[in-house]
């Protein structure tokens, strides 16, 4: 069901990897144990983080680029509430918002205008059909007590994570560091790679606040999710 899942997903959104700077040619997770951590990469054909968005100048339509990785951990594990969807790292870049309040990525002491600096986000995705890519991120209401999110989450009402991981680009590689305490669990899981353009809306109630409208290229081919984090 899982996969039968992504597969439709992936076939509703279609794939357009004009840009070399998103077209992956290979994805891995590797557990440092000597370091005690998990260093994510995606590598592409061109130069990866070098091409952001240009800026809608507001929030509503405000575009996002992504270099995401899906995986098979549950939500628990990365410390949400048990709820079902796909658990997702996600590295993006967006200049007309800033998600990530306790974390100044551009170094210049200002915690709320580096948004088009890459970094990273745990996030759940789920099957979204009000939209052509057929996938968001999963929202809630305002206010629902029942819902649990790290305490790093960045106050908007989606399971959305901002751990604050770094994130490093060097060539064709784009990578994120996160410590081995950070997930929780001692199992391996398996993972893909995906590079992809969602969009915000805060105006529209029958679409998603922050869906996948586009993706650019797919590790697996069809995002069966085969590969599985190794340990060196």
């Known amino acids: 069901m899982?996969?039968?899942?992504?597969?439709?997903?992936?076939?509703?959104?279609?794939?357009?990897?004009q840009n070399p700077d998103f077209k992956i040619k290979k994805t891995t997770v590797v557990f440092d144990s000597k370091l005690d951590?998990?260093?994510?990469?995606?590598?592409?054909?061109?130069?990866?983080?070098?091409?952001?968005?240009?800026?809608?100048?507001?929030?509503n339509g405000a575009p996002v680029l992504g270099y995401v990785f899906p995986t098979t951990l549950k939500s628990g594990h990365v410390g949400f509430g048990d709820t079902p969807g796909i658990v997702?790292?996600?590295?993006t870049s967006h200049?007309?918002?800033?998600?990530?309040?306790?974390?100044?990525?551009?170094?210049?002491?200002i915690y709320d205008n580096d948004g088009i600096v890459w970094h990273s986000h745990w996030v759940i995705l789920v099957e979204d059909k009000r939209i052509a890519g057929g996938l968001s991120v999963k929202q809630f209401e305002k206010g629902d007590t029942s819902v649990i999110l790290p305490p790093t989450n960045p106050?908007?009402?989606?399971?959305?994570?901002?751990?604050?991981?770094?994130v490093i680009?060097?060539?064709?590689?784009?990578?994120?560091?996160?410590?081995g305490f950070r997930i929780r669990t001692e199992e391996s899981f398996q993972?893909?790679?995906?590079?992809?353009?969602?969009?915000?809306?805060?105006?529209?109630?029958?679409?998603?606040?922050?869906?996948?409208?586009?993706?650019?290229?797919?590790?697996?081919?069809?995002?069966?999710?085969?590969?599985?984090a190794k340990r060196k």
């Open 155 to 166: 106050g908007m009402p989606m399971y959305m994570d901002s751990p604050g991981f770094p």
């Open 37 to 59: 951590q998990y260093i994510f990469e995606i590598s592409v054909q061109g130069t990866a983080g070098n091409t952001t968005p240009k800026p809608a100048g507001q929030l």
């Open 191 to 228: 993972f893909d790679g995906v590079t992809a353009y969602m969009k915000v809306n805060t105006e529209d109630t029958t679409k998603p606040m922050l869906g996948v409208y586009e993706v650019y290229s797919v590790s697996s081919g069809d995002l069966t999710l085969p590969y599985t």
């Open 169 to 179: 680009t060097s060539g064709n590689s784009i990578r994120v560091v996160v410590p």
């Open 95 to 109: 200049p007309d918002f800033d998600d990530t309040p306790l974390w100044d990525e551009n170094w210049d002491a």
């Open 88 to 91: 997702a790292l996600a590295l």
């Open 2 to 17: 899982f996969v039968s899942f992504l597969l439709t997903a992936i076939a509703a959104i279609g794939v357009n990897a």
